[in-house]
């Protein structure tokens, strides 16, 4: 129960949840004084740390699938689909909201140029440098 309620507080960042699993797996060099010895598993006490550490492995990869068919077992979402709330796609058509050029300059000033390039290669600082004052040019480039 102590470990449940130590995973399953909704106060928890993904840094606390992962101090309490360095805690309770003990994978910092220091052994931690509430070391698990023994887990409870179906009724079934497990005390071999393989088959704990199992068990805890387990448990923890089929979150989600566990919440998903919980989702979909109860009542009020029994009906309920993502597909009601989408329009009819349209796969032959893009729209990209009009742009202007002091709102792109702000952004582009904006840019870490401490960052590596993304997919495109294309370095931050490199955008910096090339759109000082020239916005049609630094539209047509993007």
């Known amino acids: 129960m102590h470990y449940k309620q130590m995973f399953d507080s909704k ?3 993904i840094k606390k949840i992962w ?3 360095n805690t309770v797996c003990s994978f910092k060099r220091k052994l931690p004084k509430n070391r698990v010895s023994k887990l409870i598993i179906n009724d079934q006490g497990i005390v071999d740390s393989y088959d704990i550490s ?3 492995n387990k448990y923890f990869s089929s979150v989600g699938e566990t919440l998903v068919q919980n989702l979909t077992n109860h009542p009020m979402y029994n ?3 993502f597909t009601s709330y989408l329009h009819k796609p349209n796969l032959h058509s893009m729209f990209c909201e009009p742009l202007e050029a002091e709102e792109l300059l702000k952004l582009i000033e904006s840019l ?3 960052k590596s390039p993304g997919p495109d290669g294309i370095a931050p600082k490199l955008i910096k440098i090339n759109s ?3 916005t049609t040019a630094l539209i047509v480039f993007i």
């Open 11 to 13: 106060t928890n960042t």
């Open 19 to 21: 101090e309490n699993l």
């Open 54 to 56: 199992n068990g805890f």
């Open 79 to 81: 009906n309920l689909s």
């Open 112 to 114: 870490n140029t401490n």
């Open 132 to 134: 000082t004052g020239n």
